[in-house]
């Protein structure tokens, strides 16, 4: 059981600055995860368009038939 003097010296903290915190750690996860989902997003259109390039080598460019 809890002893009474701890609830009397306890401070009561405006809602706000109590959630203050968790808002901006809720933020940071979400900013790291946007930030890996667009690093992987880049990642697959750069392959994309490394396939694309490589398949049109030689195909009725300068100097071809």
Known sequence: MTDKNDDDNAEVVAFDRAKSTH???????????????????????????RKS?????GK???GGW
């Not at 901006?24 to 750069?46: H, P, S």
């Not at 390039?53 to 080598?57: D, I, M």
């Open 23 to 49: 808002e901006f750690a809720r933020k940071e996860r979400r900013l790291a995860m946007l930030q890996k989902r667009f690093r992987t997003a880049t990642k697959q259109i750069l392959n994309v368009g």
């Open 53 to 57: 390039k490589r398949g049109k080598k």
């Open 60 to 62: 009725g460019g300068k």
